[in-house]
RNA sequence: ACCAGCCUGGCGGAAUGGUAGACGCGAUGGACUCAAAAUCCAUUGGUAGUAAUAUCGUGAGGGUUCAAGUCCCUUGGCUGGUACCA
């Protein structure tokens, strides 16, 4: 058994003492920059998580480095953000203490699982060098138009007397007291985030995100092309402006919804007669989080606004306006035109509070021909609740299953006509309408007629009260049977397509959201959705109601936090100038050594109460102004990280030209998934704004971003302090090493997925170390590789490079057992054998490998030895195992020779016992021959 | 509710449309030992059979194909993210 203490300490010290990893600017090196999200240090410390993903990381840049790159792998502290700020004003110690000895601790089990980092260009996000860059940056933004100040809303929370992001408000409750909060307004900076949504979205191109990464980003920028219509309000000189995707269903509209923060309810107050009810609604509202607020589960509310009506400007048809919270102020224009016919959500409104519905399009079934012929007509269905079934007419080999149809007869309705038909066919006579379904728009052909018809069918679902039923009227060639089945039935056996969607509609309660030809709808008669687009835009345009309009779910990045513990926001406040920025010289504005960090009662940051770093002279006019004693979120430092890593070091600017231009960008990236929306895309955004201003040579910071799965618990729930789950890497290096856990985390699984932790396992790996470092024994003097090894060797080069390549760590090391079990087969294996085994496994175990190779004189040390090439040749076996197939399935196997020919395999193949009887009698109708694989018989 | 992803033995997981379950864990039996640990050897998806072999089997139901864990449709469950996005 080795001693994984001892050989971990030695190589870690020669690492470190000789700067192996180091690495500078080599332009005679292609360079490859491995990074991973950094930590934000807390007082846990790591768990085997974080092990797992850093330690992939540093499989990749060791890979890499052996295969002749210069390596930049970096680490370093992401320690702004109020877990800290919070033992600060417990301990009523300076944060700056607490961030230090969480660093210590990371950075400590860090260094035990030896990864390859490059400590030299270690730095912290709260390092005053560090955030002065941080906060001349946001003066870039600033100069640019991009920062301004706005009115924005914040949950606040009363107790604590601090803001509270969505996440930390929940429910409407304080997650910290568990008091209710509120909103609160307050004038915050704000970035311009939206303004680069469609370069955004654009940038994708350039990078190699995964799909999934991308999908979550342009759904997050949302961008949506429309048109925004006004609505006049009846008896006012104002409109109410509206964004729709659907403005081809304006004359659907039955109602407006404005959202409760509205401005127009406080403008028209004067004239709203239920004011009192719309205040309490309000009221109500601003207690609800947006996800509570959007949660579609949950009933619809609302109230109508009474003494205010909107004009439809298409029709000016008068029409209510309600308020609701499905409406959001923050997207859009605030207001909607609701369509119940043809919007989900619309639609579960209408329904509730009994609202009109219009249906602008229908469905088109069937397939359209030239010369048809118009009928109105009719389907419906009758339900009996009793034994949940519907009734069916079952017309055989001529037609199958239907529902009860017919042709309207003039002068009748077709609610007359459906009542009609059900009688006649069925014979049933007490029943009750329950609901018309939408109506559908039917081509066919009638064999018996010669004739194609375009019919406009109507759909109703009645309900059968009681079972009386008279005799059947029906004509002579009418033969069928009446059979009630269940849904069931009907879904798998109604195959006409008029049918099927008619049943569809009356069984289900969703808006008709689908394509189709527009009703009741004027101009656009007769067209589908995309023409009545173009259509209604043109006529919006020129009739001077509406535009096309694009519209983004991506909001302006709220850059204010009213804390202590974050980068200032260098901007001083004059009452003569306004705003005005922190002269260049004065950076960085250095958050003040003070004895209590309390949130004050207004809601301003702790900053607001320390007078004499407040009270300023302005830089302009040198009058008294003062400090914005708000700073930035913790999104900031991380927003450029990467480009520090590159001369972490430089006074004076972000990096030097030379950095910059040499490591360029990101070429792996390795984040969580929680990460691809937000921190990713404000990196994205700030690294183009850096680039547009001409700081950085490159438009997109990253070029592939890989997202890993976490380590869960023993018992699959995650890993949680709560939960008493947790796994600390320290208890695990202590007992089986470094290398075993490293080698383990790796093998787990699929790097991508969710796994749980299983010490077992971990016990398994460092048994596989152990019997690599017990292949000592067995080293004999011959040279090169033992021949029957030979092909193995290369295959397994083959496989582990390319895992690795392909992230697919788990495959890579089983691979090398599969190798080491080859090994423990042979008498006796050579130098070359064992090195090259140590060689591809070091990536995985770099202590216990450098070890090895040292002590039996293997080579070069292994951090300085390129990675090991295959032979193409040498990767195929000479004979194969030819699989025989009967109709797919397994019956026969065979060794042959690499080269077989078809011929000759298919003659093998015949030529096998088990495979004669399984033929034996049969025809053989056919048969596949995939060379180097397999044959398959088919026989009948 | 929406979006994305996932579902394979007792467990973690392998499988360019071509032998399902590689590799590891666990379990069972055996060797070594006074004994245990460690180590080594053998077996290990279910059912039937001494065996050869047969048969079932990748959440469920259909389909495409000579051949489906893999592709298509429908559906259930789990996980993550979120925004009723008009």
């Known amino acids: 058994?080795?001693?994984?203490?001892?050989?971990?300490?030695?190589?870690?010290?020669?690492?470190?003492?000789?700067?192996?990893?180091?690495?500078?600017?080599?332009?005679?090196?292609?360079?490859?920059?491995?990074?991973?999200?950094?930590?934000?240090?807390?007082?846990?410390?790591?768990?085997?998580?974080?092990?797992?993903?850093?330690?992939?990381?540093?499989?990749?840049?060791?890979?890499?480095?052996?295969?002749?790159?210069?390596?930049?792998?970096?680490?370093?502290?992401?320690?702004?953000?109020?877990?800290?700020?919070?033992?600060?004003?417990?301990?009523?110690?300076?944060?700056?203490?607490?961030?230090?000895?969480?660093?210590?601790?990371?950075?400590?089990?860090?260094?035990?699982?030896?990864?390859?980092?490059?400590?030299?260009?270690?730095?912290?996000?709260?390092?005053?060098?560090?955030?002065?860059?941080?906060?001349?940056?946001?003066?870039?933004?600033?100069?640019?138009?991009?920062?301004?100040?706005?009115?924005?809303?914040?949950?606040?929370?009363?107790?604590?007397?601090?803001?509270?992001?969505?996440?930390?408000?929940?429910?409407?409750?304080?997650?910290?007291?568990?008091?209710?909060?509120?909103?609160?307004?307050?004038?915050?900076?704000?970035?311009?985030?939206?303004?680069?949504?469609?370069?955004?979205?654009?940038?994708?191109?350039?990078?190699?995100?995964?799909?999934?990464?991308?999908?979550?980003?342009?759904?997050?920028?949302?961008?949506?092309?429309?048109?925004?219509?006004?609505?006049?309000?009846?008896?006012?000189?104002?409109?109410?402006?509206?964004?729709?995707?659907?403005?081809?269903?304006?004359?659907?509209?039955?109602?407006?919804?404005?959202?409760?923060?509205?401005?127009?309810?406080?403008?028209?107050?004067?004239?709203?007669?239920?004011?009192?009810?719309?205040?309490?609604?309000?009221?109500?509202?601003?207690?609800?989080?947006?996800?509570?607020?959007?949660?579609?589960?949950?009933?619809?509310?609302?109230?109508?606004?009474?003494?205010?009506?909107?004009?439809?400007?298409?029709?000016?048809?008068?029409?209510?306006?309600?308020?609701?919270?499905?409406?959001?102020?923050?997207?859009?224009?605030?207001?909607?035109?609701?369509?119940?016919?043809?919007?989900?959500?619309?639609?579960?409104?209408?329904?509730?509070?009994?609202?009109?519905?219009?249906?602008?399009?229908?469905?088109?079934?069937?397939?359209?021909?030239?010369?048809?012929?118009?009928?109105?007509?009719?389907?419906?269905?009758?339900?009996?609740?009793?034994?949940?079934?519907?009734?069916?007419?079952?017309?055989?080999?001529?037609?199958?299953?239907?529902?009860?149809?017919?042709?309207?007869?003039?002068?009748?309705?077709?609610?007359?006509?459906?009542?009609?038909?059900?009688?006649?066919?069925?014979?049933?006579?007490?029943?009750?309408?329950?609901?018309?379904?939408?109506?559908?728009?039917?081509?066919?052909?009638?064999?018996?007629?010669?004739?194609?018809?375009?019919?406009?069918?109507?759909?109703?679902?009645?309900?059968?009260?009681?079972?009386?039923?008279?005799?059947?009227?029906?004509?002579?060639?009418?033969?069928?049977?009446?059979?009630?089945?269940?849904?069931?039935?009907?879904?798998?056996?109604?195959?006409?397509?008029?049918?099927?969607?008619?049943?569809?509609?009356?069984?289900?309660?969703?808006?008709?959201?689908?394509?189709?030809?527009?009703?009741?709808?004027?101009?656009?008669?007769?067209?589908?959705?995309?023409?009545?687009?173009?259509?209604?835009?043109?006529?919006?345009?020129?009739?001077?109601?509406?535009?096309?309009?694009?519209?983004y779910r991506l909001q302006d990045w709220i850059f204010s936090r009213q804390r202590f513990w974050g980068e200032p926001i260098p901007m001083i406040h004059c009452d003569d100038c306004g705003w005005v920025p922190v002269p260049d010289e004065e950076l960085p504005v250095v958050l003040p050594n003070v004895q209590a960090y309390e949130p004050t009662d207004t809601g301003e940051s702790p900053l607001a109460n320390i007078t004499d770093w407040v009270n300023v002279l302005c830089p302009k006019c040198g009058k008294q102004a003062k400090r914005e004693t708000d700073t930035m979120p913790n999104w900031a430092g991380s927003s450029w990280y990467w480009l520090r890593y590159m001369d972490p070091h430089n006074e004076n600017e972000i990096a030097s030209k030379e950095a910059l231009d040499y490591f360029g960008k990101v070429d792996l990236y390795d984040g969580g998934m929680e990460h691809a929306t937000r921190h990713l895309l404000y990196a994205r955004f700030w690294n183009i704004f850096l680039h547009e201003q001409g700081f950085v040579p490159n438009s997109e910071p990253f070029l592939r971003r890989i997202s890993h799965g976490m380590i869960l618990g023993p018992n699959g729930d995650k890993m949680s302090k709560s939960k008493g789950n947790v796994v600390n890497p320290n208890d695990m290096i202590k007992a089986y090493g470094a290398d075993a856990l490293r080698t383990y985390e790796m093998f787990i699984g699929d790097y991508s997925k969710d796994a749980a932790w299983n010490e077992s396992g971990l016990r398994g790996c460092h048994k596989f170390l152990n019997r690599v470092w017990n292949l000592q024994n067995k080293l004999n003097d011959n040279l090169g590789y033992t021949k029957k090894l030979e092909t193995i060797i290369h295959k397994t080069i083959k496989k582990v490079t390319e895992d690795i390549d392909r992230l697919d760590y788990n495959t890579a090391v089983s691979a090398l057992m599969i190798l080491l079990n080859e090994y423990e087969k042979e008498k006796s294996i050579t130098k070359e054998d064992y090195r090259i085994i140590i060689q591809l496994l070091n990536p995985f175990a770099p202590h216990i490998t450098e070890e090895i190779n040292e002590i039996c004189s293997l080579g070069d040390l292994l951090c300085n030895t390129p990675w090991p090439v295959y032979d193409s040749n040498k990767v195929i076996e000479e004979t194969y195992e030819m699989v025989v197939q009967v109709n797919g399935k397994v019956r026969g196997k065979v060794e042959v020779e690499r080269d077989t020919s078809k011929e000759d395999m298919e003659k093998l193949a015949l030529d096998i016992e088990n495979v004669k009887n399984h033929i034996e009698g049969k025809e053989i109708s056919k048969v596949i021959v995939v060379p180097k694989k397999l044959v398959n018989i088919v026989v009948k």
């Open 1 to 551: 058994m080795y001693n994984h203490e001892q050989i971990e300490k030695k190589w870690q010290k020669y690492w470190e003492e000789n700067e192996t990893f180091k690495v500078g600017i080599d332009k005679n090196k292609k360079r490859f920059y491995m990074l991973v999200e950094f930590p934000y240090p807390s007082g846990v410390g790591l768990h085997v998580g974080h092990g797992r993903v850093y330690t992939a990381s540093d499989v990749q840049a060791r890979f890499k480095k052996a295969r002749g790159y210069n390596v930049l792998f970096p680490m370093g502290w992401d320690a702004f953000g109020a877990p800290a700020e919070q033992y600060a004003i417990k301990n009523h110690i300076h944060p700056s203490e607490a961030v230090k000895e969480n660093i210590e601790v990371f950075k400590g089990q860090m260094k035990s699982l030896g990864l390859s980092i490059d400590w030299s260009r270690e730095f912290s996000t709260t390092d005053p060098e560090y955030y002065k860059l941080t906060q001349k940056q946001f003066l870039e933004f600033y100069k640019a138009g991009l920062a301004y100040k706005a009115e924005k809303e914040i949950n606040w929370c009363p107790n604590c007397k601090m803001g509270l992001s969505n996440e930390d408000a929940q429910g409407g409750v304080c997650e910290r007291c568990g008091t209710e909060t509120t909103k609160k307004l307050k004038n915050q900076w704000v970035l311009k985030m939206s303004k680069y949504a469609d370069k955004l979205i654009d940038g994708l191109d350039d990078t190699d995100f995964l799909d999934k990464v991308k999908t979550a980003q342009i759904n997050w920028i949302g961008k949506s092309i429309g048109a925004s219509v006004n609505f006049p309000i009846q008896d006012t000189e104002d409109c109410l402006e509206v964004f729709t995707t659907r403005c081809d269903t304006l004359f659907g509209v039955t109602f407006m919804v404005i959202s409760p923060e509205h401005p127009y309810i406080e403008k028209y107050k004067d004239r709203i007669n239920n004011l009192e009810e719309i205040r309490k609604y309000q009221e109500q509202a601003a207690h609800k989080s947006e996800i509570e607020r959007t949660d579609n589960t949950k009933e619809k509310t609302g109230v109508v606004l009474q003494g205010l009506k909107a004009i439809n400007p298409v029709n000016n048809q008068e029409i209510p306006i309600w308020v609701s919270d499905y409406v959001l102020s923050t997207y859009g224009t605030g207001a909607i035109m609701a369509v119940p016919a043809h919007d989900d959500r619309d639609y579960e409104f209408a329904k509730k509070f009994n609202i009109p519905m219009i249906q602008v399009l229908e469905e088109e079934t069937g397939q359209k021909k030239e010369n048809e012929t118009k009928k109105n007509s009719i389907v419906a269905v009758l339900y009996d609740d009793q034994s949940n079934q519907y009734l069916t007419i079952n017309w055989h080999e001529n037609g199958g299953r239907l529902l009860i149809g017919g042709t309207i007869k003039e002068k009748e309705t077709p609610l007359e006509c459906a009542i009609r038909e059900i009688k006649e066919e069925t014979g049933y006579t007490n029943f009750e309408l329950v609901k018309e379904g939408f109506k559908i728009n039917h081509h066919y052909y009638a064999y018996n007629k010669n004739q194609y018809f375009n019919i406009e069918c109507t759909t109703f679902l009645f309900k059968l009260n009681s079972m009386d039923q008279q005799a059947q009227q029906l004509d002579n060639d009418e033969k069928f049977d009446i059979e009630w089945v269940s849904k069931d039935v009907i879904e798998r056996e109604i195959k006409d397509e008029l049918h099927q969607k008619a049943f569809q509609y009356v069984t289900s309660s969703n808006a008709m959201i689908g394509d189709g030809i527009h009703i009741h709808s004027d101009f656009i008669n007769g067209l589908n959705k995309e023409d009545a687009i173009h259509k209604m835009l043109h006529f919006l345009e020129k009739n001077q109601i509406g535009k096309q309009q694009v519209n």
